[in-house]
């Protein structure tokens, strides 16, 4: 590891023949500081938990104003992919973390809200991501994930649930569900995928003249699901799940 000195007198840690941070052009800075940053994470040079350089420190390796530096931060901040903290603690500074699933859902949230994906794909998708997670729960789901399967559908088994209630309920089986198959990556895009729809899929609750009949197939449905997977059975509950959500989108849009 080398240094080299700042305008202000500062020693800068730098990799030896390395130009990570090199400057960058002045045009659309901010994006280029976004750029070399998830180079940096791309790279293996930045893990989660690492800082990086004080805000006045990166201007000046990448030869950009600060405020370039701010709003690169920011945009990364909306990604999920650094916090910022202020003070002399030890968390103090931006720190690179892993909050994929908060950020994943924000954009699909929006994406989707735009009407920026065809209900097909996005049904498609979602079928995709959860018989996989299905399939997984059916074989590393643990005991105190089958519990907390089993306390969402009683929840929604509830004589009179309304709609919303009924709606969150489904919310958190689904997630539930992503959660026990224990595949970071596949948990985080089905959360985002379905909490996502959370509101399309409550607004077309409303547009129903017979909810209720639904909702009932729909407790069957769930129940139907947590049995294969209790019994260990991961094409079945895989079959199950797919079956489950193409019926639930047929019933709500047609």
Do not use: C, K
Not at 157 to 179: K, M
Not at 217 to 226: K, S, Y
């Amino acid at each position: 590891m080398t240094t080299t000195s700042s305008a202000h007198g500062s020693e800068l840690p730098r990799a030896a023949g390395s130009d990570a941070w090199r400057p960058v052009n002045r045009s659309r800075a901010y994006e280029l500081v976004v750029e070399r940053i998830e180079e940096q994470i791309t790279s293996g040079a930045l893990h989660v938990g690492d800082t990086l350089p004080a805000e006045r420190d990166l201007a000046e390796r990448l030869q950009v104003s600060r405020a370039a530096v701010r709003e690169a931060i920011r945009t990364l901040e909306a990604q999920g992919a650094v916090r910022s903290a202020v003070g002399s603690r030890p968390v103090a500074g931006t720190q690179v973390v892993a909050e994929t699933s908060d950020a994943l859902t924000r954009l699909l949230r929006l994406h989707v809200a735009l009407s920026s994906f065809p209900m097909g794909d996005v049904i498609d998708a979602r079928v995709m991501l959860e018989r996989s997670s299905a399939s997984l729960a059916a074989g590393n789901a643990s005991a105190e994930d089958l519990t907390g399967l089993r306390e969402i559908l009683g929840a929604m088994d509830e004589p009179g649930i309304d709609r919303a209630a009924f709606n969150e309920l489904d919310t958190a089986f689904h997630v539930a569900l992503a959660e026990a198959g224990h595949n970071r990556l596949v948990t985080d895009m089905t959360i985002a995928i379905r909490e996502s729809m959370r509101l399309p899929i409550l607004q077309a609750f409303g547009s129903l003249e017979d909810s209720d009949a639904l909702i009932a197939r729909l407790r069957a449905e769930h129940h139907g699901v947590l049995e294969a997977i209790e019994e260990g059975s991961a094409q079945l509950a895989s079959e199950r799940i797919e079956s489950h959500i193409r019926a639930a989108y047929a019933s709500l849009w047609g």
